[in-house]
């Protein structure tokens, strides 16, 4: 089993939909990263959480330390938000990132 | 500030030779960290270093090095090549003070035939 899993792998959702991404971690982290990746590989970092909720524009971040769960939301949802989707967290005590496979995301107008 | 640059972007090798990769962090960051990406396996961790050390390595054989000038520089070499070394390369920059966002270059594209 993987040590940080993410769900679904794959989503299709119409213009203007409420998408919520999940990242379940099995390790202590000292944070969790969400990163989106566009087609041609550049990497974005969005957001870096150890407790609670971030916001930054339409995308917003909670974590669940207890639960070991984090989400991410995009409120009306836009075709250029179609990318992957990566959840990735950094263990405790190392210097370790370790990454979920990521949730590719496709937004149709 | 200048983002995170790495070169070459595209490579082409042949098995059994090496390479050799190069990443320039924003200025000011001291933590230089290496991932591969293959659509198999995704992303995965290769090394990280500060200030000219390596502070943690990930699970990946030993033809796989890196090291970090004291500019903050970092190359990452790989030896022997495999066609599984295959991959884009990913490196990513932070100051390396504590949990931080890190800002990714855009990657060198590795083909081995």
């Known amino acids: 089993k993987n040590e940080v899993e993410q769900s679904p792998q794959n989503l299709t959702a119409q213009e203007g939909e409420f998408i919520t991404i999940n990242c379940s971690y099995s390790?202590?982290?000292?944070?969790l990263h969400w990163l989106q990746q566009h087609p041609g590989g550049g990497i974005v970092s969005l957001f870096m959480l150890s407790s609670g909720k971030k916001k930054h524009g339409r995308l917003i971040a909670t974590i669940n330390i207890q639960e070991k769960h984090s989400s991410l939301h995009i409120t009306a949802s836009h075709p250029r938000d179609s990318a992957v989707y990566i959840c990735a967290v950094r263990a405790s005590g190392t210097y370790k990132y370790i990454f979920g496979t990521g949730t590719r995301l496709k937004v149709l107008a | 500030k200048a983002g995170v640059t790495q070169t070459p972007r595209y490579l082409i090798k042949t098995r059994g030779q090496q390479v050799t990769l190069s990443c320039s962090p924003i200025?000011?960051?001291?933590?230089v960290s290496w991932y591969q990406q293959t659509p198999g396996q995704g992303l995965q961790f290769l090394f990280e270093y500060f200030s000219e050390t390596q502070r943690n390595k990930g699970n990946f054989p030993g033809r796989f090095s890196g090291r970090q000038f004291s500019n903050s520089r970092s190359e990452m070499n790989v030896s022997t090549l495999e066609l599984g070394d295959s991959a884009l390369y990913l490196c990513a920059s932070r100051t390396g003070m504590g949990p931080e966002t890190q800002y990714f270059g855009p990657g060198t594209r590795l083909l081995v035939l």
């Open positions: 390790v202590g982290i000292s944070a």
């Open positions: 200025s000011g960051h001291r933590s």
